[in-house]
């Protein structure tokens, strides 16, 4: 690890902007990139890393991930993103978005209001915090998921005032149903409040999805999951989300929630590879060992061979890492670029956030150190170096 705040990581194959991998140094300087360019030209009289042919990439930031090691973020409190946060570190996450559960409004409220509040730079050893993802209360009671059917609301305006209004600015993200009473109002508040309206545990028609998306949706929400499948008389919300260039498409690829073959497939197409972003959609129960748990809102959750699973045999949201999907969709046959893309690169721009997701001079020293196999050997947020 470096004995400064400025260094320059040599030696290095760098994932471009235009995600090319090119031999190369990156110079970081007081927690920014001070210059990208050959080794040689790279801030003479700085400390040097050689990094022996490795690859530096943009860190990963993560927009969907509820929890891990038995903590979840609905709780807000210090010890819970602490441990999140460092766990999403060692696997080359420096920010992520805090995504929340359906319980009871009240709770929902107050819980975002402490993750609004504790929104910010990265804890120690940790990942950026960069706001609320409010994966509910308004999604579809035929695709809740583990989301329980009694906490299920309507996108209300009072309701979207009051999250607004809680949030402070910290509302990042928040999944819709749009088939549901009063949808169209509450994506276009949001929307028109800066918040990434992500269509999402839904039972919505092509036309009902293109409408969403008309009113200012701009994402989907593990795409796939939670939604009706693709029929070629009655094709449903996916292709209409695929089809539109203007959205982000979240993937789980943990090789449970979605082929692992159809991820490769919509990472060749050029006109979806740009928009495809992985996520971990990671609960409370991620990294926690084989046997029966209760997640945070008590919902009871079976985890089999590193896989959650309600105890009817449903799927429980993931146990994955953001590295670990990178992983799958190389043995997909995607090439190594494309998924790191998928990983930092693009979730970055879903969010706008325009000061990281890119190895580019100007922007935050947020970056990872991998390996060829894609094993994560140094993380790096702000500057500040962390092994996993």
Do not use: K
Not at 54 to 77: C, E, K
Not at 252 to 275: C, N, S
Not at 332 to 361: E, H, I, K, Q
Request: proline share 7%.
């Amino acid at each position: 690890m470096p004995a400064t705040d400025e260094y320059v990581l040599t030696g290095a194959r760098v994932l471009l902007p235009d995600g090319r991998l090119e031999p190369g140094a990156v110079h970081v300087r007081a927690g920014l990139i001070a210059g990208v360019g050959p080794d040689d030209d790279a801030a003479p009289g700085a400390e040097r890393i050689d990094l022996g042919g490795r690859i530096v990439a943009p860190g990963f930031v993560d927009t969907h991930v509820h929890g891990g090691l038995g903590y979840n973020v609905m709780s807000a409190d210090e010890p819970a993103l602490r441990a999140i946060g460092r766990r999403l570190r060692a696997a080359g996450v420096t920010s992520f978005v805090a995504t929340t559960a359906s319980v009871s409004f009240d709770r929902i409220l107050h819980a975002v209001r402490g993750l609004a509040a504790a929104t910010g730079p990265a804890r120690p050893g940790g990942a950026d915090l960069l706001g609320v993802h409010l994966e509910g209360p308004f999604l579809s009671p035929d695709f809740r998921g583990v989301h329980q059917r009694e906490n299920l609301v309507d996108p209300e305006p009072a309701r979207i005032a009051e999250l607004l209004a809680a949030a402070g600015g910290a509302l990042r993200i928040c999944t819709i149903a749009p088939e549901l009473p009063h949808a169209e109002s509450a994506v276009r508040t949001l929307a028109a409040a800066g918040v990434r309206v992500s269509v999402g545990h839904t039972a919505a028609t092509f036309e009902q999805a293109r409408a969403a998306i008309g009113w200012g949706a701009r994402r989907a929400t593990h795409l796939f999951n939670a939604m009706p499948p693709i029929h070629h008389r009655d094709p449903g919300p996916v292709p209409a989300l695929l089809a539109d260039e203007s959205v982000y498409l979240e993937i789980v690829a943990d090789g449970l929630h979605v082929a692992p073959e159809l991820i490769g497939a919509l990472a060749a197409l050029p006109g979806v590879r740009d928009r495809l972003m992985l996520v971990s959609d990671g609960t409370d129960v991620a990294g926690r060992p084989d046997g029966d748990h209760h997640r945070w809102d008590g919902t009871a959750v079976r985890v089999t061979g590193g896989r959650a699973f309600t105890p009817s045999g449903g799927i429980a949201g993931s146990t994955s890492t953001l590295i670990d999907g990178v992983r799958v969709l190389l043995a997909a046959g995607v090439p190594l670029p494309v998924a790191l893309t998928a990983a930092g690169r693009n979730p970055a721009r879903s969010l706008g956030l325009t000061d990281r997701g890119a190895v580019a001079a100007g922007l935050r020293a947020d970056l990872i150190v991998v390996d060829d196999e894609a094993a994560i050997i140094h993380t790096i947020v702000h500057g500040q170096w962390e092994r996993p």
